[in-house]
């Protein structure tokens, strides 16, 4: 679906050039179908960027392809010196980010992008649920004049999700009275799960996908806030700077208070491993999370 | 070149000196490094790239990045030169009313893109000149560094990916004056044999005095004859050319003179007499 919509996009509208660092695995169809419009500067994510950045001052749409840690990191003073001083709309789309890198250890494990990436002027930065949030969300998401950054999730989706998608809306899923959960991206298959168990347990569960992490939608923070008796925060990232910290500057911005439960990498790395085998390891299953969140909720006699 | 012409380059390229010098005081600038950048940008302006005040919007136009930075005080005498900048903004140089400040931004007419970071404008203008490639347009894009700047890793995947993608529309020219920030290049990071490293990486690459108008016409006029291949034009030049007093010192790179050094060097300059300069070494960075 990904390289279905970029291609169609690409064809259909010139300004399109699609880059990779010789990350070919989202985009492999493509050199075949874009010619010289697919551009592969191997490995050198940095060089990527600055290309990426003159081809915006030539006009081009630069959809940019690598993997997240080394294309937020090894790459980051390009993309803030060059896509973003300049404000240049260079796409990123960023691909194995947090969990997914599952067993590559942490030289891979992209579980600070948020952070680094939204405290750069002028991008936008984004976190698809899965393959058909992605595609809903990336046609709006390229277009903007901005440079923007999209943690890619290309796995299919559990959930029937709202097509209309805006820029800076999240999308409210459920609304609840006792505990509201926020999370995004790939942590959004598990905290389905999560606040089904709850539900089971008598629970009036919120439930919304973030999927627009910057601009973020205050409205939806606050008035979750305002509603439940809990908010959760749940993000394969490290707790700094990523959905919890936005949640607290939201309400500190607001001149508001809540009890909020983080669920996030606190100054660590994940175990390296398969997959399931992360999230169970690291307590991340939706059931693990619902049983974290139901221990905590009995001291607000929820 | 008519002798003329070599005339009209070097009155030019005297009175961008004068900018520059008038922009080393009440703040200072980075003199040295704008000193042995002056002849390039004078040539490059003035006799091959085709940049006016009237095509600076034009895609068909060239296009020139200033990848070392701090040697924008040459671009903006060089600009003021052609037009293109008003020379009364000069005054404002580092006052907070106006843009005109140590690195090159955009806020300027003829300014393609910021730098000050090293090592990033060699993949910008890679993507203008991959663009042109695409497009099948003429531009030429004409990228200037500095080789000091040479340490940074960027600037070598820049000519690898330059040549993969066999980009003859773009020179980078290397500003080979012999220093960095405080040493001297080789003394720290030896950058020889240099022309033998760019081919290596496989660019088309001459080697000239970047003083020698004639040197330069040759080098840049010739660049067609040599398809295929990115071009790199190194440019030995002298830190601070046109001020002896100055001249190829590692300690002269920032400098803050005081008004009456600025007339001093204003006479050495015209070659009336040297400048006593008192004003104290300045290590920046």
Known sequence: MYEELLKNTALADERFVVMTAENRALVKNLPAVLGKRFIDTGITEQTMIGAAAGLALRGRIPVVHALSAFLSMRAFEFIRTDAGIANLPVKLSSFIPGFLSDGNGPTHQAIEDISIMRGIPNMQVFAPADESDLVTMLPKIWNTPNPAYVRICTRPAKYQHDTNFEIGKAEIISEGTDITILVYGFMFEQALITAEILREQGKSVGLINMRSLKPVDEKAIIKAAQQSELIVTIEDHFLTGGLYSIVAETLLKNRMTADVLPIALNEKWFKPARLNEVLEYEGFTGKQMAEKILEVAVSYEL | ?285
């Open chain 2, 1 to 285: 070149m008519t002798e003329e012409k070599l005339e009209n380059l070097t009155s030019i390229a005297l009175r961008v000196r004068e900018h520059i010098i008038g922009m080393s005081t009440d703040g200072g600038c980075f003199v040295g490094a704008s000193l042995s950048a002056t002849d390039l940008m004078v040539y490059l302006y003035n006799d091959f790239l085709n940049i006016s005040k009237e095509n600076l919007k034009d895609p068909n136009r060239d296009y020139l990045f200033l990848s070392k930075g701090h040697d924008v005080p040459a671009l903006y005498g060089t600009l003021v030169e052609m037009g293109i900048l008003e020379a009364e903004r000069l005054q404002n140089h580092l006052s907070a009313n106006d843009n005109i400040y140590w690195h090159p931004n955009t806020k300027i007419p003829g300014i393609e893109f910021h730098s000050g970071s090293l090592g990033h404008l060699p993949a910008v203008s890679l993507g203008v000149a991959l663009d042109c490639k695409i497009r099948g347009t003429e531009n030429r894009i004409v990228c200037i560094l500095g080789d000091g700047e040479l340490n940074e890793g960027s600037c070598w995947e820049a000519v690898l990916v330059a040549n993969a993608y066999k980009l003859d529309n773009l020179v980078f020219v290397i500003d080979r004056n012999h220093f960095q920030a405080n040493v001297a290049t080789e003394d720290l990071i030896p950058l020889e044999p240099l022309a033998d490293k760019f081919k290596a990486f496989g660019a088309d690459v001459v080697r000239i005095d970047g003083h020698n108008f004639l040197d330069l016409e040759e080098a840049f006029t010739s660049l067609d004859e040599r398809k295929g291949k990115l071009h790199v034009v190194i440019a030995d030049t002298v830190r601070g050319k046109g001020l002896p007093s100055i001249e190829a010192r590692a300690d002269r790179w920032f400098c803050n003179f005081s008004e009456n050094e600025v007339s001093q060097l204003m006479e050495e300059l015209h070659g009336f007499h040297s400048a006593n300069i008192e004003s104290e070494v300045l290590v920046v960075r």
